[in-house]
């Protein structure tokens, strides 16, 4: 089936450690995202990447980071020096205009 | 710059009843305007979009939303909801750049 594969669907980190989210997608789609979801605040965009090897920061970049290797994948590190990294953290591609999201990573630290 | 704001973040209705979701973004370039839907602990999903054309646009599931420029509004209609309509919609605004904004969501509550 085609999609968005986030991967994995519940994750824990101790506090100090990075950890890395997995977003996959085969539908061939050149632009994805990364958004984080807090209760009231609604989707904040943290990363975004219109072709493989290429990204932008969105609005709430620091503390994370992400690659683009392939057109495929778009991985996001949340690093220790992300204040307050729990969160529902929801990956996305693009094409024609709208967005298909994955089902989300709920990050919690420990 | 790009924003967009959902005037209400909460609106509870009864069955059968009309609803509408209030959305207004502002730009400074072409838009394109979504509103999703998402049920909890899941993904996002796409009710309607408009791009450019008819300013009425209609969607999945009997919704429907119209575009109007001069009040940079994007409002969110159906005649009729369903206790399945329950549910947080987020309107979204994107442009050329491929960025996209989104509103800080609406919780519809349908009761029986």
């Known amino acids: 089936d085609g999609g968005i594969t986030q991967s994995p669907k519940y994750l824990f980190r101790k506090e100090g450690q990075n950890v890395t989210l997995s977003c996959e997608q085969n539908?061939?789609?050149?632009?994805m995202y990364w958004y984080r979801q807090d209760p009231g605040q609604g989707l904040r965009l943290i990363y975004y990447?219109?072709?493989?090897?290429?990204?932008q920061k969105g609005d709430i970049a620091e503390g994370y980071s992400v690659s683009r290797e392939k057109k495929e994948s778009f991985p996001l590190t949340v690093t220790s020096a992300q204040k307050n990294p729990t969160a529902f953290y929801l990956c996305?591609?693009?094409?024609?205009?709208?967005?298909?999201f994955g089902q989300g990573t709920r990050l919690t630290v420990v | 710059a790009q924003s967009v704001t959902q005037l209400d973040s909460q609106v509870p209705v009864f069955e059968e009843a009309p609803v509408e979701l209030r959305c207004n973004y502002s730009?400074?370039?072409?838009?394109?305007l979504f509103w999703y839907v998402q049920y909890p602990n899941q993904g996002l999903q796409l009710l309607l979009k408009?791009?450019?054309?008819?300013?009425l646009v209609k969607g999945i599931n009997g919704f429907e939303a119209e575009f109007n420029k001069s009040q940079t509004s994007f409002h969110l209609r159906k005649p009729s909801v369903h206790i399945s309509d329950t549910a947080e919609y987020f309107c979204?605004?994107?442009?050329?750049?491929?960025?996209?904004?989104f509103g800080k969501g609406t919780l519809l509550t349908v009761n029986p």
């Open positions: 996305a591609s693009s094409f024609g205009g709208a967005a298909f």
């Open positions: 539908l061939n789609h050149d632009a």
């Open positions: 990447s219109q072709i493989v090897n290429d990204f």
């Open positions: 730009s400074s370039v072409s838009v394109y």
């Open positions: 408009y791009l450019s054309g008819s300013t």
């Open positions: 979204a605004v994107g442009g050329s750049n491929y960025k996209l904004t």
